[in-house]
């Protein structure tokens, strides 16, 4: 399972900008040469840092040209024989929101039980929490706000955000809304730019044969995916694997029992993010028995959404997204997102 995992996790970082570091070193995988690749570059890309190339060099001199890479060549990317597994990582919290003694301007709604994006037990409270936190104390023009928890989701959207008992609430998939105007969420909220960018991935038995290069492989296949909030990629743009042909499609309400069916061979495969897949798989004590495939069936986009009737709706959405291109631009988006993906793996060792 691990593997696949980390080439995920290592992309979902590269994604927001971010250099691999040694937490998440891409190896025991083969790599196809590409034109202006150098031993170093292929170090950097795989460990974080040029200081490894000679390990490559020593495990494919038949495949180079003295120390020279050749495009299209396959290299053998071996792990380092004293790598060790990471050792927990601290995430220091992020900064508190401001608490003035009177009532706040902007009042946030989000819930538990979402790891790595939010959750009270998380560092910081989770990835996506930590960001909209940063993004508000970096938005022009800030105001006084609290972050709020009600951990039953099915009240969040209906009602509490549709009645304005919030103001705000995330993180929320963004439907396909020219796609399907009337999807409730379409009518009734505004969204935020994505504050991060989730792959959907196929898990399957790790000794059963499931080929996924796109929709067409999922012909006459069942699939397991959660129902609730755990399924939020259901209406999003990149849903064609949900229209095939010949698909059966079962929800169960909770992410093991999609495991449950997949181990009973009632299922060929459990679809969910990639985030929530693995922490399921290591609570179930699954870890190498199933594994997600490397295509990914979606991506989906994690917001901050607001009521359409919301009189200041516009310019809350202008400071959310303005925070987000500061905390981009100023390097502090890095830097949370690389911190809260390592303690993910961490947990996963």
């Known amino acids: 399972m691990q593997k696949p995992l980390l080439k995920w996790i290592l992309r979902l970082g590269l994604a927001g900008g971010l250099a691999p570091s ?3 070193a891409l190896c025991d995988v083969n790599y196809v040469a590409k034109p202006g690749d150098n031993l170093f570059s292929i170090s ?3 460990f974080g840092d040029r200081e490894h190339w000679k390990l490559i060099y020593e495990r494919n001199q038949r495949m180079l040209a003295q120390t020279t890479v050749i495009p299209g060549r396959t290299l053998y990317i071996p792990c380092p024989e004293e ?3 990471a050792v927990p990582v601290k995430v220091e919290p992020a900064k508190p929101a401001p608490q003035p003694a009177g009532n706040v301007e902007l009042t946030l709604l989000t819930g538990g039980s979402y790891g790595p994006f939010s959750d009270q037990n998380l560092p910081a409270q989770g990835m996506v929490t930590e960001l909209v936190n940063a993004a508000l104390n970096e938005a022009p023009s800030p105001v006084s706000y609290t972050i709020n928890w009600e951990e039953d989701w099915t009240k969040h959207l209906f009602p509490l955000l549709n009645q304005k008992t919030f103001d705000m609430g995330f993180p929320w998939v963004k439907p396909d809304c020219e796609l399907n105007p009337q999807n409730e969420r379409c009518v009734n909220f505004h969204f935020s730019d994505p504050v991060v960018t989730v792959p959907v991935m196929l898990f399957v038995e790790a000794d059963r044969s499931f080929d996924y290069r796109g929709p067409e492989d999922l012909v006459g ?38 495991f449950a069916l997949l181990q009973r061979h009632e299922v060929d ?6 985030f929530l897949g693995a922490d399921t798989l290591v609570q179930e004590g699954l870890r190498g028995d199933v594994v997600p495939l490397e295509q990914p069936l979606a991506e989906i986009g994690l917001h901050v959404v607001i009521s359409k009737r919301h009189w200041r709706g516009t310019s809350h959405l202008y400071r959310v997204n303005a925070g987000l291109k500061a905390l981009r631009e100023n390097g502090q988006f890095d830097e949370i ?3 809260h993906l390592e303690h993910f793996w961490s947990q996963l060792q």
């Open 22 to 24: 040694a937490a998440f």
């Open 44 to 46: 950097e890309a795989h």
């Open 83 to 85: 790598e060790k597994p």
């Open 221 to 258: 296949k069942t699939l397991c995916r959660p129902n609730g909030y755990f399924n939020q990629d259901a209406d999003t743009t990149r849903r064609a694997w949900l229209d095939v042909d010949n698909l059966t499609v079962l929800a169960p309400v909770h992410p093991r029992e999609c």
């Open 269 to 274: 495969a459990v679809a969910m993010n990639l």
């Open 337 to 339: 997102l690389n911190r």
